[in-house]
Structures are given as C-alpha cells and as structure tokens.
C-alpha cells in the first residue's frame, strides 16, 4: 500500500461535532429530518443537512487524510452518504450502491469497492485519501490488514474550494437519480493518514465500537390465539408446581314460573273461556 509524504499538521475533524448534529450540543436547533442520538444521528428520507464547506472541511485536509466513518444503512439504494460541491462541480463524495462504495474526485473522476454496506448492520470503515491514491482499510482485526488501493483516472483537487457547499446525506439537483441516504452514522471523523495507517481501529469511538458488536433482538414470536369450546372463565394464575381440574359446569334447571305470571295465565285462560261461550 503506497501512502504520499503527508502534512502532519492535519488535525482530528469530528464532522459531526462540525455540524452540530451531537445530542449534548444544543445550543442549535436540530436540522429537520435528522434524529440526534448520544451515539450519533440518524438520517431520515427527509433530512437536509447543508453548510458551507469551510465550516466543516480543512481546505488542504481532505486529501491527505482518512476519512474513519461508522455507518449503519437503514434502506437499500444508491445514496450519497456525503457530497462536497463546488459550484456544480463535484469535488469529493461517498456513494453507498448495493454491493459497491464509490468514492469520486469529479463526476468523470471515481473509483468504486466492492463492498456491501446495505446489510443492517454497523460498519466501521477507513477510507485513506492520498493523492491518486486511494485505499479502503477492512474492518477491525480483519484477516487481511492491507486494505484495497486503487488509483483515481485523474489527480484530485489539490484544495476543496472554501466557498463550496457540504452536504451529509440528502438528495441533489446535482445529482439526478441519486436518493437520500436512510440511516445511522455514529462516527465520521477525519483524522492524519499516519495514524490511520498504524490502526485506525484505535480511532473508532468507544461507544461505535460497541454499535459494531449490538445485534437488535429479535421481535418476540406472537402465537396464534386457540379456539376453545369451554368456558371462557379464565383459570386463576398458580404456581408451576401446582395442577388444577377444570370441572364442566352443568346447566341450571329452568326456574318455576312466578305466581304473578300464574294469576295472569289463568286470567287470560278464563278470559278466552268466557269468549268462547
């Protein structure tokens, strides 16, 4: 894996402490769409996060650093996780395909990964961007620790432009066909390639890496309700250790007529009697 002489001055970004999308930041109202969580936000169809690219982004940063991202998909599409324009121009993003992660430099200026993020589950990525170059490092205590390199067709910006626009999520005019992304984002942080490379693994925060190992239970199995002909008076709750007998009750003989309804039956009958004659 080749790795360029890097500028040791870049700093850890906590982009979404850039955004102020943190839970125990509120001093700022919430973007419409995203839910803040204390490990994080989630992403909704709905939500437009957007700001200008020097309150988020080191001009010099971008491409001589790592991006470490911990990321959980909530719905299968093709979805810019996010998009750095500038103008109409794309200058750096991640798009989430299934089975693919593409990472562009320009519109005509990509490469892509085969790798399927759209499983439900958390993911811990590390995405090295260095020159030309670019490397997807595998998931923590992975087999092999190598990664994946490839080379973009052309060099990047050598600078985002401050003036540009950041996006996390959401959709774009300019990108046609491109739906919002769906889903979790507990970790995206930009931090020097050096440490990256050592292991960036030791980058993931403590509370991500505890979303990496979390399996959501499963829903309990609801039982199909029986068709009893008994009773339906319920039996008393009893310890599992005590056993009961369900008598089957017998109906009640009908009750002896009143005598006000014996006065009225032999009147009627005396009645009609007296009709009849």
């Not at 040791?8 to 995203?34: A, H, K, N, W, Y």
């Not at 089975?99 to 200026?109: E, I, K, P, R």
């Not at 068709?227 to 009750?249: D, E, G, I």
Request: include cysteine; aromatic fraction near 6%; glycine fraction near 6%.
């Amino acid at each position: 894996m080749r790795f360029l002489n890097l500028c040791m001055c870049v700093l850890d970004v906590d982009v979404l402490q850039r955004l102020s999308l943190r839970v125990e930041q509120g001093s700022r109202t919430i973007p419409f769409g995203v839910i803040s969580l204390r490990s994080g936000v989630i992403l909704t169809p709905r939500a437009r996060v957007t700001t200008a690219t020097r309150s988020v982004l080191p001009p010099d940063a971008a491409w001589n650093a790592t991006l470490v991202l911990s990321v959980r998909s909530h719905r299968v599409n093709s979805a810019f996780l996010f998009s750095v324009f500038s103008g109409t121009r794309i200058q750096l993003g991640l798009e989430i395909s299934p089975g693919t992660l593409t990472l562009y430099s320009g519109l005509q200026n990509s490469v892509s990964f085969p790798y399927d993020l759209h499983d439900g589950r958390w993911h811990n990525l590390a995405i090295v961007l260095a020159g030309q170059t670019v490397t997807l490092l595998p998931a923590c205590n992975h087999s092999d620790s190598r990664g994946a390199s490839k080379e973009l067709l052309l060099p990047p910006p050598a600078r985002l432009d401050p003036r540009g626009t950041f996006r996390l999520g959401g959709s774009s005019a300019l990108l046609p066909g491109v739906a919002p992304f769906e889903g979790a984002i507990c970790q995206f942080d930009i931090v020097p390639t050096a440490r990256a490379q050592a292991n960036y693994c030791n980058a993931i925060r403590r509370q991500c890496r505890e979303n990496d190992t979390y399996r959501p239970a499963p829903p309990p199995v609801l039982l199909p309700l029986q068709h009893h002909h008994t009773s339906s008076t319920s039996a008393p709750n009893l310890p599992s250790n005590r056993t009961f007998t369900t008598v089957p009750t017998t109906p009640s003989p009908p009750l002896p007529p009143s005598p006000s309804f014996l006065r009225e039956g032999h009147l009627q009958s005396k009645v009609r009697g007296q009709v009849q004659k």
